[in-house]
Nanobody, 117 residues
């Protein structure tokens, strides 16, 4: 059974930084893309960043976070990270880790990030 467990959320002032982690189990982590989504109160869940499998894993970012957020992965630790710098109040929300393999789609339980102005 695939499990994704996020950690690292919290309360931070605008301009601050946080690093989220997502530990995966039950899947061949290195073979699949990993994604971070976020959901602000009353809004839909949106894709924030993606990292694909393979050496030098290609990355994609939402325009609103490009240049401030960095996604990375450590296949030896089955973990994906989201380094968030220069945080803004509009970055507030629940951040979810997501992946899919040949059996299905998987979400973590989410971690709350709150950025105060």
């Amino acid at each position: 059974q695939v499990q994704l467990v996020e950690s690292g959320g919290g309360l931070v002032q605008a301009g601050g930084s946080l690093r989220l982690s997502c530990a995966a189990s039950g899947t061949i982590f290195s073979a699949y893309a990993m994604h971070w989504y976020r959901q602000a109160p009353g809004k839909q869940r949106d894709l924030v960043a993606s990292i694909f499998s393979g050496d030098g894993g290609r990355t994609n970012y939402a325009g609103s976070v490009k240049g401030r957020f960095t996604i990375s992965r450590d296949d030896a630790k089955n973990t994906v990270y989201l380094q968030m710098d220069n945080l803004k109040p509009e970055d507030t929300g629940v951040y979810y880790c997501y992946t899919n393999d040949y059996r299905g789609r998987y979400w973590g339980q989410g971690t709350q990030v709150t950025v105060s102005s």
